[in-house]
């Protein structure tokens, strides 16, 4: 009898158990969701600016890798069998607009980077621990949950040959640089074959995941904690310790490259100006290079390398550096082995990673250091 009674009561715990763990399950799923939504990561307006084929036509199937769920689960599987480039069609050639289509890259289906992208089927992560060859030219081994994170953050434009004499193009970094930083890789002037890996990625159990999610209650709005540092390095740590001469630091490069900048100026006589209000060009536009006062920052747009600069009379303009010339469709003055090009890309590199020095602070302090000295 008790040990029927027994059965009977066991079924209505295991059934209250069930009840329990289901509710338990939907209110965090439904907590998950809530963090995720304010998160970037649920940025649909990327997502239809540059991973759908109204916008970008067959160049969506280089975007849509990392700015949509479905471009980024129709890439893996051919990412893990080692080819990093653009997404192919089944046929195995560039994806054209049809199949592109066909995987919903359209404005009314296209999704952001959302549950489906980073979990499988199984709610397993869709890559852990080892990443295969990025588009940034390297791999990462033995780094958790952040294999994940770098299978979308990094640089995108293939390896640097850090001693190149001439880079050979203007490209700057993507501003997804985080991965690149975090294992020190794909930067001019410093030697970076060698491991230069920070211990925030290799020994904190999941790099990326374990300071913008474990260490947060709220795991999925991606964000690390006020206090991250302490968790790992006792109260007195904090993030300023890096971040103050990491900018500093930044703060010469830049100083560095606006002296060259400057001492070549006055052959300037046109640019492509670039109006960041309506991200269009006016091409052959005159600005006479002895007005050149000061560099205002150094960025990119459509992914080369650009210079804001102040002229005598205040204003600001704003122009790729492949298009400071002698005269309309005349001879570049800053050409592509100025180290001015080299040193842009490291400054790029170290400033979009976003985390001033927190990812890689050795690194980071190396780059910049070994850039300032090379400008001199
Ligand atoms: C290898 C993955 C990858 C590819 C390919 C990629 N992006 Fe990104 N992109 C990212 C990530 C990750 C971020 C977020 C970086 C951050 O916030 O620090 C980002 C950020 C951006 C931003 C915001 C930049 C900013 O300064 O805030 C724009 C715009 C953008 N990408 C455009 C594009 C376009 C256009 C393409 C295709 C030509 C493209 N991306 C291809 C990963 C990628
Ligand atoms: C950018 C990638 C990414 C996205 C997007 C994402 N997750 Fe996660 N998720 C992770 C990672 C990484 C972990 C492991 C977290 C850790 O190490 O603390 C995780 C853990 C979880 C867990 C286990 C519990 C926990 O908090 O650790 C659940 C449940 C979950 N995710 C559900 C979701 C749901 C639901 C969504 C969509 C609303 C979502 N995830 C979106 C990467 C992601
Ligand atoms: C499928 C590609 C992809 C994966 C995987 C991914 N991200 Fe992102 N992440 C992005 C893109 C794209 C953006 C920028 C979204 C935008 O602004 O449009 C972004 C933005 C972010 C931001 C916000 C940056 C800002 O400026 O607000 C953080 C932080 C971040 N990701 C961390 C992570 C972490 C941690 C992981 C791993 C758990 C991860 N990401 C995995 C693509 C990805
Ligand atoms: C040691 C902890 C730590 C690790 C590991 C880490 N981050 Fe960060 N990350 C930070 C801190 C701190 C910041 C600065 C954010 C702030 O000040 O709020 C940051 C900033 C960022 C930003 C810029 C956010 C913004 O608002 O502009 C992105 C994107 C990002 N991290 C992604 C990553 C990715 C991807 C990885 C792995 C490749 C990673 N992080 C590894 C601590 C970490
Ligand atoms: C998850 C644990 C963890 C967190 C969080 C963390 N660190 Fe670390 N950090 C480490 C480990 C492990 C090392 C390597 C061992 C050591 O030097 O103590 C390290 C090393 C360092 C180093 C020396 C780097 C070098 O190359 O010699 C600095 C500086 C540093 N951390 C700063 C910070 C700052 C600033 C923060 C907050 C933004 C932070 N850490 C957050 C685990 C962490």
Redesign the pocket.
Known sequence: MKFLRGKGENRLRVILLVLALGGFVVSQTSAIKRQWETSSHNNQTTSLVNATVEVRQASAAHCARCHSDQGFRAWLPQLLKGDPGNIKGPDGKEADVAYLTSLGLTKDKALPVTCSTCHDENEDLRVMNDTPLLPSGFAVSAVGEGALCMTCHNTRNGRVNWSAEDPGRYTGPHASSQGDVIVGKNVFFLNDTEDRI???AA???GACA??HMS?NQESHTFK?PKE??T???GPN???E??EQPTKYLLGQVKAAVQSKVLAAAEKVAVVRAYDAATSKYTDNFALDGRTIQSLVDIGTTGGQIALKVKLTDGREVTSPLAEFREAPGGKQVYATANPIVRASWNYLMIKSDG?YG?H???FSRDVLLTTISALR
Request: glycine share 4%.
């Open positions: 920070s211990p925030h020994f904190t159990g374990t300071c260490l690390p991250v540092c968790n790992c390095h740590m904090n993030k310790f890096v985390s927190a890689n602070p050795r």
